[in-house]
């Protein structure tokens, strides 16, 4: 038994590394000028290259925008004085890294940045067997706010669990203290998620705008035959979030319409933050140790 959960500890691991390294590549892609779409793409093409496969797809969120944003295929964005979230994820055989980091392009934003850093190695101090998700709320909460610019978490996103195939399991770990929560134990593997909003912010996101990206509920008999032949192509993501970027394009949106409106997917419209606050987002993903915890997204040293 202990084999088989070092085995499965070494595909998170592998996921991780591999996720670390295109991280790091794809951050000095944005900048300036350059495309939202290359970058997505320059993240997922070379996630594949090194072996694993995009464990949902490249988010680049912008300024109040805090996650679900992802370019459509025929996107002409570039990016300008943006504060830009990039989370991304890559997995080996199901088993998920999952990573995001903040670039300010405005240079005046580096408080904000520096807020959820922080927030998230804190967190990561205090993981260990038996530590409660509401200390790690608390923790991170407390950091975010104890910043004289009037900093505050984002009350309602939360870092998560994660396992096989599956990006967003139980537990969710708040970035606020709560009353109850639940105690972590070694080998789990958890994605430490802090997201902090400026002055301006009120700490809560919201729906805003169309959705680039799916996910499958369960899957049902449909009758439109474009529905059933883009059911089949979706099932190899397993339950893992996918981009309509990423799918045939013939009668797609009726064919996506169809699928949503029958309960087989369901749509991750952009998440905004309410008070057209600006937001930064940290994260890495842990695995619990008895004595502490061991961070697979972090960049090892050569």
Same mark, same amino acid.
């Given at each position: 038994? !202990? !084999?088989?959960?070092?085995?499965?500890?070494?595909?998170?691991?592998?996921?991780?590394?591999?996720?670390? @390294?295109?991280?790091?590549? /794809?951050?000095?892609?944005?900048?300036?000028?350059?495309?939202?779409? @290359?970058?997505? @793409?320059?993240?997922? +093409?070379?996630?594949?290259?090194?072996?694993?496969?995009?464990?949902?797809?490249?988010?680049?969120?912008?300024?109040?925008?805090?996650?679900?944003?992802?370019?459509?295929?025929? *996107?002409?964005?570039?990016?300008?004085?943006?504060?830009?979230?990039?989370?991304?994820?890559?997995?080996?055989?199901?088993?998920?890294?999952?990573?995001?980091?903040?670039?300010?392009?405005?240079?005046?934003?580096?408080?904000?940045?520096?807020?959820?850093?922080? #927030? %998230?190695? *804190? /967190? &990561?101090?205090?993981?260990?067997?038996?530590?409660?998700?509401? !200390?790690?709320? !608390?923790?991170?909460?407390?950091?975010?706010?104890?910043?004289?610019?009037?900093?505050?978490?984002?009350?309602?996103?939360?870092?998560?669990?994660?396992?096989?195939? +599956?990006? =967003?399991?139980?537990?969710?770990?708040?970035?606020?203290?709560?009353? =109850?929560?639940?105690?972590?134990? *070694?080998?789990?593997?958890? #994605?430490?998620?802090?997201?902090?909003?400026?002055?301006?912010?009120?700490?809560?996101?919201? @729906?805003?705008?169309?959705?680039?990206?799916?996910?499958?509920?369960?899957?049902?008999?449909?009758?439109?035959?474009?529905?059933?032949?883009?059911?089949?192509? &979706?099932?190899?993501?397993?339950?893992?979030?996918? #981009?309509?970027?990423?799918?045939?394009?013939?009668?797609?949106?009726?064919? %996506?319409?169809?699928?949503?409106?029958?309960?087989?997917?369901?749509? =991750?419209?952009?998440?905004?933050?309410?008070?057209?606050?600006?937001?930064?987002?940290?994260? =890495?993903?842990?695995?619990?140790?008895?004595?502490?915890?061991?961070?697979?997204?972090?960049?090892?040293?050569?």
């Amino acid at each position: 038994m !202990e !084999e088989q959960i070092e085995l499965v500890l070494d595909k998170y691991r592998s996921a991780g590394r591999i996720l670390a @390294e295109v991280r790091e590549e /794809a951050v000095g892609r944005i900048k300036e000028g350059f495309s939202l779409l @290359e970058v997505a @793409e320059f993240v997922e +093409n070379g996630t594949r290259e090194k072996g694993a496969e995009p464990g949902f797809p490249c988010n680049i969120s912008r300024n109040e925008e805090a996650a679900h944003a992802t370019p459509s295929i025929d *996107e002409k964005t570039v990016f300008g004085k943006d504060i830009v979230k990039l989370d991304i994820g890559a997995h080996i055989g199901g088993y998920i890294g999952d990573s995001a980091v903040t670039v300010d392009l405005s240079g005046s934003n580096d408080g904000l940045v520096k807020a959820s850093e922080a #927030a %998230l190695n *804190e /967190a &990561i101090k205090i993981i260990r067997d038996g530590v409660s998700t509401v !200390e790690i709320g !608390e923790t991170i909460e407390n950091t975010i706010r104890a910043r004289a610019q009037g900093y505050k978490p984002i009350v309602n996103l939360t870092g998560h669990g994660l396992l096989k195939y +599956n990006s =967003h399991a139980r537990p969710a770990i708040p970035n606020v203290k709560y009353e =109850h929560g639940v105690i972590l134990r *070694e080998n789990d593997v958890v #994605a430490i998620e802090p997201f902090a909003t400026d002055a301006q912010g009120v700490g809560k996101v919201v @729906e805003s705008g169309n959705a680039e990206i799916y996910s499958l509920i369960k899957a049902k008999p449909v009758r439109l035959r474009e529905a059933k032949k883009l059911l089949e192509e &979706i099932k190899k993501y397993q339950g893992l979030p996918f #981009a309509k970027r990423w799918l045939p394009r013939e009668r797609l949106d009726m064919a %996506l319409r169809t699928l949503k409106n029958t309960g087989v997917l369901r749509d =991750h419209p952009v998440l905004r933050e309410e008070g057209k606050g600006l937001v930064s987002q940290a994260e =890495h993903t842990i695995i619990v140790k008895e004595d502490g915890c061991e961070v697979t997204t972090r960049k090892t040293k050569t």
